[in-house]
């Protein structure tokens, strides 16, 4: 297995080693993007219960675009009905040119 050794937080090395061996050495698992000479950064790996949290988190979300598109088409609406309601009361106002 590919592993890499790591001091200072920085990666020396990248070695091909069994597992035994890699634990012997302190050696640590490699990952896409792990490169000598680079911090050594793995992506973080989610616990189930971090994915669970952002599922909820962006069905939330989705509720809330939803819910903000349908405020913006009722005030679409009531800009449309105001708008009427102008013209209404400037044809009953007898300034109509229309």
């Known amino acids: 297995?590919?592993?890499?050794?790591?001091?200072?937080?920085?990666?020396?090395?990248i070695i091909v080693a069994e597992p035994e061996v890699a634990a012997e050495l302190g050696a640590l698992p490699v990952y896409e993007g792990c490169v000598i000479g680079e911090a050594y950064a793995p992506p973080h790996e989610y616990t189930p219960l971090e994915q669970a949290q952002q599922e909820i988190t962006d069905k939330e979300l989705s509720i809330i675009e939803?819910?903000?598109?349908?405020?913006?088409?009722?005030?679409?609406?009531?800009?449309?009905?105001?708008?009427?309601?102008?013209?209404?009361?400037?044809?009953?106002?007898?300034?109509s040119n229309v």
């Open 66 to 95: 939803l819910g903000q598109a349908v405020t913006d088409l009722e005030l679409a609406a009531i800009e449309q009905g105001q708008a009427h309601t102008d013209l209404e009361l400037m044809i009953l106002g007898g300034k």
């Open 1 to 13: 297995m590919n592993c890499a050794i790591v001091n200072s937080g920085m990666v020396e090395n």
